[in-house]
């Protein structure tokens, strides 16, 4: 599975499209995409991670605050904080885990 291919996955998709694209002993790395409007629903995660966007924009929320993260932006999002994320335009972005 390569990134292009996830894009192109995107035309038919209804929900956010997500792979793993690399998975090591203590790590993995997902590319997620989002078509303008999609939502990556609440969830938790007990896993350091960050957030980098390749392409497009999102809007990264926590309870406490909302965040635009456009091309090349990165968040760390915090281990047990309740996260979504919302593509305000087509996105491609790697989850980086571990």
Same mark, same amino acid.
């Given at each position: 599975?390569?990134i292009?291919s996830?894009?192109?996955?995107?035309e038919?998709?209804?929900?956010p499209?997500?792979?793993?694209?690399?998975?090591?002993?203590?790590?993995?790395?997902?590319?997620?995409?989002f078509?303008?409007?999609?939502?990556?629903?609440?969830?938790v995660?007990?896993?350091?991670?960050?957030? @980098?966007?390749? %392409?497009? &924009? *999102?809007?990264?929320? $926590?309870?406490?605050?909302?965040?635009?993260?456009g091309?090349f932006?990165?968040?760390?999002?915090? @281990?047990?904080? %309740?996260? &979504? *994320?919302?593509?305000? $335009?087509?996105?491609?972005?790697?989850?980086?885990q571990?």
């Amino acid at each position: 599975m390569t990134i292009k291919s996830i894009y192109e996955k995107l035309e038919q998709a209804t929900n956010p499209v997500a792979q793993v694209l690399h998975k090591g002993e203590n790590s993995k790395v997902l590319v997620i995409g989002f078509k303008k409007g999609m939502t990556l629903k609440e969830h938790v995660t007990n896993t350091p991670s960050k957030l @980098t966007i390749l %392409l497009g &924009s *999102v809007e990264f929320n $926590e309870p406490e605050q909302s965040v635009i993260l456009g091309m090349f932006d990165e968040i760390i999002i915090p @281990t047990g904080v %309740l996260h &979504s *994320v919302i593509a305000i $335009e087509d996105s491609l972005c790697l989850l980086t885990q571990g």
